[in-house]
């Protein structure tokens, strides 16, 4: 028969007062004696409170924010027997697992399914899991959640490009009347700041993870067999068996081979963390990531160079598309160097020599600073796949099916790891059909297209088909193009450079693509990647009221020119009747 324990402040052994930062149980929950409860502060540091005793957590009578002192009621346990430490049965939940690591000699951690990885697609797929009822351990090399993309990533950099663009936009209304002193950067303050959203948004998915029951374990995981984990941490390891598992574990730059060891040839990580402002700053990959840290450290006063293997900027866009960037970079960069590949660099007391060769012509320059951007490649390399039969091809990605999951039938696969498109927002919806289909859902993907962005000035964005992709496969296609220089918005804004291109399937109307390149692409193209998701014609995107002046009318007003209808353009009868033909 139960018995109903109350837990007090007093039941831990500290005098004073402390308030309450974080609960780690909810009502209903099984735990463990000596599991965490509450994340407090004191005066002097935080404090991690344990339950004294095994049982179920039933009424909880504080909230975060409290002031515990005295003999302060914390929560009611119902204290049986049935509910012994989790080492002694097979049937406990990761919540019940004890916050430290197991050495190598204790039982395993049982789990219904393991997630190895913590960033969007992982902390995604363990959640959703968590919802769905399953036992689910998380498992992040790093010390906190969010992988690449909030931690080295899309976040720190759209930090960086937000003052950026504060920046150009100061400089720019001058020529408005509206003049500003030149700014100041403060780096420090400036890192702080970036330190600190990124910080915010890591202690909200570890509340997040922790609110679901979900054990989240630090260290790095390598199979032992098809349904086990051994996981590393220091001079520690532990075993976690599964039924299920999600392989979520991301992606790593690239490295060119035989690059000197120095300081001031760094990849992309370390770019977003420098200490000084290179004034002579060389970009090696003019993809997406080189040109966003290019167009922030350009704002802040570097001198760019750009180097380039294709024949133009961000290469699995359409040139076209590009081509505005590229007329308005050129402007402002030292150089944009396309069709050209690197020799060599040379480290010397003043900076790196670079040299590199456009055809049959070889230069050489001399930077402070030398970024490698040179794409990614998947984290599969350390996993011990074979010892669980998982299948990967040459480059390292692992194949899935539409369910995502693996050749084998309980260990799915989900981001960077399964290949490209290399992007976040495409592994959280990956982690989400997995989690459903370990659980027993019918869910796989299904989806038509995903959305691309670059965050560069100006942004390019693109949704669908290509005008490349089109051409490869023998897809018959009709382009309309409405330039923003006929755009009131654009012109309000000093910024008629961009344009929205759109691709139809002539016969009936039919969205097949779409890019847009200039201020706010990465907001506008959502409405695109729906309109294609849902067969949306010309006729009926015409037919959607936008508002003005906005940016957004261009959409409309792209697919108006393949209609025939266009008003704010001038389009000889001619050419209207062989768009629409």
């Keep these: 028969m139960d018995s109903i324990a109350e837990i007090r ?9 402390a308030v309450i930062i974080e609960i780690l149980v909810n009502t209903g929950m099984m735990l463990d004696e000596g599991q965490p409860l509450l994340i407090l502060k004191s005066e002097d540091n935080e404090i991690e409170f344990r339950s004294p005793v095994s049982g179920k957590v039933g009424q909880i009578h504080i909230g975060i924010g409290d002031q515990l002192s005295g003999n302060d009621l914390i929560l009611t346990l119902a204290s049986n027997s049935q509910y012994p430490n989790h080492n002694s049965s097979e049937e406990s939940t990761p919540s019940q697992i004890p916050s430290k690591q197991h050495n190598s000699n204790s039982v395993p951690i049982r789990a219904e399914l393991v997630v190895i990885g913590g960033g969007p697609g992982g902390y995604t797929a363990a959640f959703r899991a968590a919802d769905l009822g399953i036992k689910t351990v998380l498992i992040e090399r790093h010390s906190k959640l969010g992988g690449v993309c909030l931690n080295v990533g899309c976040i720190p950099s759209k ?19 509206l003049k500003y002193p030149k700014p100041e950067l403060d780096l420090e303050g400036i890192h702080s700041w970036k330190s600190g959203v990124v910080s915010r948004l890591n202690t909200g998915l570890s509340s997040l993870g922790k609110k679901r029951g979900i054990k989240i374990l630090k260290g790095s995981a390598s199979f032992i067999s098809p349904n086990s984990l051994e996981i590393k941490e220091s001079d520690t390891t532990s075993e976690v068996h599964f039924d299920n598992a999600i392989i979520a574990t991301g992606s790593s730059p690239n490295q060119l081979p035989g690059l000197p060891g120095d300081p001031r040839i760094i990849n992309s990580t370390k770019a977003l963390t420098l200490k000084s402002i290179p004034r002579r700053f060389l970009i090696i990959g003019g993809g997406v990531i080189g040109m966003e840290l290019a167009t922030a450290y350009h704002a802040f006063g570097s001198e760019i160079t750009i180097i380039e293997t294709t024949d133009h900027l961000i290469a699995s866009a359409d040139s076209d598309l590009v081509r505005p960037l590229e ?73 899935v099916d539409k369910q995502q999951r693996t050749n084998l039938e309980h260990i799915f696969a989900i981001g960077d790891v399964t290949g490209n498109p290399m992007l976040a927002h495409k592994a959280a919806y990956e982690g989400k059909i997995a989690a459903e289909a370990a659980a027993g859902q019918n869910s796989s993907k299904n989806t038509r297209v995903i959305p691309f962005v670059a965050y560069t000035d100006p942004e390019v964005a693109w949704v669908g088909k290509t005008e490349t992709e089109l051409k490869a496969e023998e897809i018959p296609y009709e ?29 009936s109307g039919e969205i097949l693509g779409a890019g847009i390149v200039g201020a706010n692409a990465s907001e506008l193209i959502a409405q695109m990647g729906l309109s294609i998701e849902t067969g949306c014609s010309a006729k009926e995107l015409t037919q959607t009221v936008h508002p003005h002046p906005t940016l957004s009318e261009s959409l409309s007003m792209a697919a108006e020119i393949f209609e025939g209808t266009v008003t704010d353009l001038f389009i000889p009868k001619s050419k209207r009747t062989t768009q629409q033909n």
């Design 9 to 17: 402040w007093t039941d831990i052994e500290t005098k004073g007062t």
């Design 479 to 507: 382009k309309s193009v409405f330039p923003w220089v006929a755009s009131g918005r654009s012109l309000t804004m000093g910024r008629s450079e961009g344009m929205t291109k759109l691709l139809f399937d002539p016969a």
């Design 327 to 399: 007329d308005y970079v050129r402007s402002r960069f030292k150089e944009v160097y396309l069709n050209t590949n690197l020799l060599s660099l040379k480290p010397t007391k003043k900076g790196i020599i670079a040299e590199y060769s456009r055809g049959d012509i070889r230069e050489q320059a001399e930077f402070d600073q030398v970024l490698v951007a040179i794409g990614r490649r998947p984290n599969s390399k350390n996993l011990a796949l074979d010892k669980a039969g998982i299948v990967i091809d040459e480059q390292g990605f692992i194949g």
């Design 159 to 177: 930090a960086l490009l937000h003052l950026a663009k504060i920046i150009d936009e100061a400089s720019l209304a001058e020529a408005w009347g």
